[in-house]
């Protein structure tokens, strides 16, 4: 007795000098080690209370952006894509944003020969995209030309696509792309040779963006079937909030949700400025709870006219991302932490952007199968701590700020709950998590050799093959309730995913959304 009391004594003397952070706040990764080992580590304290405003997670939160190009490849691999989508599927359709970049070089249907900077979708195209949209059920959103077409050829590929694609697959057109950040100087670079390119925006602005909206709307919503129109896909919502209140002051007709593109870091960068890719600035809170931050005025300026606002882009790293930080572990970590943080700030929907050619790409497939790199098993840890009618609920975490731990939980249906624990840190961490379990907990480690591995990776144990099929031996840990709450040792540098049982209503967290 007199030893438990001193062990007590201890957990709570080392907790005090920490500092308590309330609200959803993120942990880490468990593992086991000797009990010498395990009582001289730091230690960090994981509370849920039983009432408080959880978040309902939208079903089809997390989804895929992509290119026009990159259709016809990922058609020609079905079986592949198949094994991604499942793998990052946590409940309901997946939602596929087809655009980017790509959509302003895309025509539909010429009647003339066009220029090679153009991509041309062609009903060729669109039986690939039927072909994916059949198979696995996906829902797409397709960005619409607004730098080299006219509302006229919009007009006639949405015709082409709502014809060709199965009923209510269509989730929108999204009308440009980050015409926040337009240069005339870069376009005149890609169509420069070109014959029959479309004369060029000189500029573009917040009030031109709101009248072109307009005139697109007019010719998309005199179609047989009203469509749901979303906008303006801004690459800067916090530097460019003129661009969502200009639309949203005059005339937005059919404009069903506001969209924005997120990446806290970017390739074209130069080193030194604080937006360069690094390891450790990927690994930071300014690259998740202050990417976070910076969707705030979005959020708020899209409730007041009631309409969800969706990260339709979204990585770790922009401008192709940069080799030897956007393809390495340190985006594994990064990934859910960012995505929780998106939900948590208000976002309806998460697209991350996935670029066969890119470095930042969380996967490709091709001839030799598919090629998994560590963002991808990032994405599959998130989609494993959610579930049907999943809720984020609140919690609070002790623990010294220099731990760099995260935590985040998650009541899935009735009586399950997650608790993810990632540990940005280089320190192994035992966490106690005070939760009301019923028996014990098991728990399953997302781990890496090093936060610059760019492979061997393995969630659970297991690692991604060339087929996409999850391989080796499934890895769980069974953790019983300790003096403390139930023990978890955390490697540095991973992250672990934690699920229990806990009686119906122990966790009755209001629902605000």
Known sequence: ?????????????????????????????ATAGAPSVQSALPLA?????????????????????????????WEKHLSLLGQVLSSITPDGPMLLRIGGSSADQTRWAPTKELPEWVFETTPAWLRQLRSIVNRFGV?????????????????????AAEAALPSESIVGFEIGNEGDIYSAASWRRITAGGSGSTALPTRMTASGYASSYRAYAKRLLAMDRGVPLLGPALSNPAAHLSWISDLLAGPHPGLRAITVHRYPLSACSRPGTNTFPTIARVL???????????IGGAVRSARRARLPVRLTEIN????????????????ALWAPDALFELLRAGASSVAVHVRADAINMAFSLARHGLVANPLLFGLALFARTLGPSSQLLPLTLQARPALRLKAWAVRVGANALHVLLINKGTRAVRVFLRVPATGSVSAQQLLAPSARATSGVTLGG???????????????????????????????LSATLV?????????????RR
Not at 141 to 149: C, F, G, H, K, R
Not at 284 to 294: H, L, N, Y
């Open 462 to 492: 297991q690692r991604l093959d060339a087929q996409g099929h999850w391989v080796g031996k499934p890895t769980t840990q069974a953790i019983a309730l300790g003096a403390g709450g139930y023990p978890v040792i955390v490697r540095g």
């Open 499 to 511: 699920t229990a049982t806990v009686p119906v209503g122990s966790l009755a967290a209001r629902h």
């Open 45 to 73: 304290v994981v509370r849920i209370p039983a009432q408080g405003a959880a978040i309902g997670v939208p079903r089809s939160f997390l989804g895929i952006s992509t290119e026009y190009w990159t259709i016809p490849v």
């Open 1 to 29: 007795m007199a030893a438990a009391l001193v062990a007590v004594l201890v957990l709570v003397l080392a907790l005090s000098t920490g500092r308590q952070h309330a609200g959803v706040r993120p942990a880490a990764p």
């Open 316 to 331: 770790s790293v922009t401008c192709g991302g940069r080799k030897g930080v956007s393809n390495t572990f340190a985006t």
């Open 139 to 159: 829902r797409v959103i397709l960005n619409l030309n607004l730098v080299t077409a006219t509302p006229a050829i919009a007009v006639r590929w949405a015709r």
């Open 284 to 294: 930071s809170e300014r690259a998740t709870a202050g990417m976070a931050r910076t």
